[in-house]
């Protein structure tokens, strides 16, 4: 990989952070809403109590475990954004596709265009030596084109086996035919350059196979030092 | 206050947690509140009842808030629209504006302010309205005069036919 194409894709390793960030601080924004109101809400109860206005428990039972929900759904938030942080830790490393897929899906999930997604849970997990940071890229980037293109009710499911002791196969198919519309664009292809990853796409499904071991990415990104 | 006085408030939002949290308070501050989770809803309901302002989400599946501003405006010209988002960039407030959103508020929004955004809504509303009133009674007014009864009925129909 040369300097030049390591550049652009710094560049968009930037502006994809920057883009995964506004998705999160908009989860969280529509979080602190929902408590902001229905402690509001509360607020107002109370004062109604006061003059003497009576309403039944279950109402007050209903704001409190709406807030407590909330509160869980921050958290969980901000475990992805602590997550998808720690993605940048080692420009190349051991990743696992079942944790890289789980977590583009939660990230992507924000996105008011996302679909219902299933990830097969009885696959075996598989590890690949890359970036895990460029790997989360391409696969969020996937998954964005997908939610963009396919019927707004189709739901999507995503699979992934090692073909062979070298490569990694991942699927995602969704049940209406449609075309990807723009994909992929020059950026992930870029970045699927990068990784050696290979994509290949048909009206029902999009094939994405990744090289187990990036030796000369890892030799790229970290200048041949060990 | 009565139902004739009330504000008529439709709530666009597909977060429905938030959107039955707010449904509840404004309820309480006398709003009349029809609460829809996605512009397409919104669409039906507005063709079937009378709203004074709408509070619109901004980032929707589906019919977004941006789309339904357009729709909504066009189909629906004295509603005043406040778009209501987590993703309130100066380009998305100037787009809106733009497309005649009556105000873009920041997600989460202080309650009384969005109370007070509603209500001077509903003012510019009614504002309008009595101009567009007030203009036709003053066409309807000089129609009046050296016009046969049939000539009336063809200028108050093509009056009519002009303001769809």
Redesign the interface.
Known sequence: MNQHTIDLVNKQGLQFFGSVNASISHELKNIFAIISETAGFLNDLTQLSKQGKKFELSVLENCSSSIAEEIERGFDTIRQMNQFAHSVDDPVTETSIADTLALAVKLTGFLSYAKKTQIETSAVDITVFTSPFLLQNLIYRTLCAIYKSVDAKDTLNIAFHEKNPDTVFLTFSWGSPCALTDFPDRHTTEVAEALGAVISISDTSLDLTVTRAGDSLSAALTDGKP | MTDIEKIHLLMVD??E??LN??T??LK?KFFDITPVTNGEDAIKVAKKAQFDVAVVDL????I?GVELLKIMKKSHRFLEIIILS??ATIDVAVECTKLGAFKVLE???S?DKLVETITAAYESRMKKKFEKDTDRMKQIQSLAFGQSPLGILRELKKMDDDQK
């Not at chain 2, 980032?59 to 589906?62: C, E, K, T, Y």
């Open positions: 597909d977060e947690k938030f949290a707010l509840e308070r309480l980032q929707m599946p589906g977004d987590g993703h997600k989460p929004c309650f």
